[in-house]
């Protein structure tokens, strides 16, 4: 099976201006998370998805938002950038997001400048 | 109080020993258990997963909870250098508020010299 997949794998943005990540789920999962690493903060939960549904979100303001597609790849947006943003995004999926186990994509670093 | 902490580490042992890493959680109602192992400019690898008191053995890797406790281990015997990494103590609580949120601690850097 295929891991998760995350694109791009690198980007670089200017302060105010938005970004939109993309991670596809291992074939058959339905369940995506997302969490900011950062060196200071460590890893952060933002929110998790389900059938196209948002079940849960962390203490993240609402710059973050996300989506999830019919066949579970999930999109995650940050508006009005700020330096602080720069981060190495991570999606993570599991078959039903109860206590089953997460795998994570490669990430996405994120430069703000 | 962190919800979930680990020992500070650096841990340095030296290939061929046993590293153990340990992990204490604050809320009682916590119900899963993870390790993940993250090398430098890499994302989180799930190594161990454990649900109920008591010892899981993977290969080299066992991992140990005591819930009465709250606390999880993970020995790493017959340690060799390409285990050299971060090693992060992730926690799920039970309920609807903790669907697919996994709570980590800071990460303990192991480093196993030859």
């Known amino acids: 099976k295929a891991g998760v997949t995350q694109t791009p794998r690198y980007l670089i943005k200017t302060r105010g201006q938005q970004v939109t990540l993309s991670c596809s789920p291992i074939?058959?999962?339905?369940?995506v998370s997302w969490y900011q690493q950062t060196p200071g903060q460590g890893l952060q939960f933002l929110f998790e998805?389900?059938?196209?549904?948002?079940?849960n979100k962390g203490n993240f303001p609402g710059r973050f938002s996300g989506r999830q597609f019919s066949n579970s790849r999930s999109e995650m947006n940050v508006s009005t950038l700020e330096l602080g943003d720069s981060a190495l995004y991570l999606c993570a999926s599991s078959s039903r997001g109860g206590r089953d186990e997460q795998y994570f994509g490669p990430g996405t670093r994120l430069t703000v400048t | 109080q962190k919800e979930v902490e680990q020992n500070s580490g650096p841990l340095s042992v030296p290939e061929g020993a046993i590293a153990s890493l340990n992990c204490t959680y604050s809320d009682r109602v916590s119900q899963s258990f993870f390790w993940y192992r993250q090398y430098s400019g890499k994302s989180p690898e799930l190594i161990m997963s454990?649900?109920?008191?008591g010892d899981k053995e993977d290969g080299r890797f066992t991992a140990q909870l005591n819930k009465a406790s709250q606390y999880v281990s993970l020995l790493i015997r017959d340690s060799q250098p390409s285990d050299s990494a971060t090693y992060l103590c992730a926690v799920k609580a039970s309920g609807g508020t903790s669907y697919g949120k996994l709570t980590f601690g800071q990460g303990t850097i192991l480093t196993v010299h030859p």
């Open positions: 998805y389900f059938s196209e549904t948002q079940r």
């Open positions: 454990i649900y109920s008191n």
């Open positions: 074939s058959g999962h339905r369940s």
